[in-house]
């Protein structure tokens, strides 16, 4: 069984530039969460997707956009980063929505300068 | 909206000493607490978590306790080894998508 995977793993941006980040899910789970974790803080939820569609937001702006694909994989775009965007971003899937069981991948930890 | 408190900070303890860390929250709506476990520079892994429907649960050294009435919810780990060392965090799940994490408490056993 193939768990959470995420790429890239690091990245460096600049202010003001476009980020995607990629997640595909565990085998069997079509349901994915995007989680936020500034560093010393607990993940906050941004968006959920289900069936390709958004299920769900956080308190993020609009500037964070997703996509579900057919194969339950996922995005995250990021536009107009800001210095505060500078976190781990943690891409979770679950095998149905509504259940709360969360398997997170490792992450992506973008810096913004 | 669901907010959940998570004490202490910090927990250092010595090994085989035990520990027990403390979350509340406040959505009497919430049903599911796990708990999970970040090492540094690596994923949150899920340890143990707990429905409503029960009041305690145990996985070898960790165990979980939940009290709806005073919506607070607790871990503990027994003969704490260096291992058990890293950041943990409980959270809650309300429905309506996410979780809610605590903010974290970075454990530190010594040997």
């Known amino acids: 069984e193939t768990g959470v995977t995420q790429s890239p793993t690091h990245l460096i941006k600049t202010r003001g530039q476009q980020v995607t980040l990629r997640c595909s899910s565990q085998?069997?789970?079509?349901?994915v969460s995007w989680y936020q974790q500034a560093l010393g803080q607990g993940p906050q939820f941004i968006f959920q997707?289900?069936?390709?569609?958004?299920?769900g937001r956080g308190n993020f702006p609009p500037r964070f956009s997703g996509l579900q694909f057919p194969n339950y994989s996922s995005e995250l775009n990021v536009n107009a980063l800001e210095l505060d965007d500078s976190a781990l971003y943690l891409c979770?899937?679950?095998?149905?929505?509504?259940?709360?069981?969360?398997?997170f991948g490792e992450g992506s930890r973008l810096t913004v300068l | 909206g669901e907010n959940v408190e998570q004490h202490p900070s910090t927990l250092s303890v010595q090994e085989g000493d035990s520990a027990v860390i403390k979350c509340t929250y406040s959505d009497s709506a919430s049903n599911y607490f796990p708990w999970y476990k970040q090492e540094l520079g690596k994923r949150p892994q899920l340890i143990i978590d707990i429905r409503s429907n029960v009041g305690e649960k145990k996985d070898q050294r960790i165990a979980v306790t939940l009290n709806k009435t005073a919506k607070h919810f607790s871990l503990h780990i027994t003969e704490t080894q260096p291992e058990d060392s890293a950041v943990y965090f409980c959270a809650a799940w309300a429905g309506f998508q996410k979780l809610v994490f605590g903010t974290g408490t970075r454990l530190l056993v010594s040997p």
């Open positions: 085998s069997g789970h079509n349901t």
């Open positions: 997707y289900y069936r390709e569609e958004e299920n």
């Open positions: 979770a899937s679950s095998p149905a929505t509504g259940t709360g069981e969360l398997f």
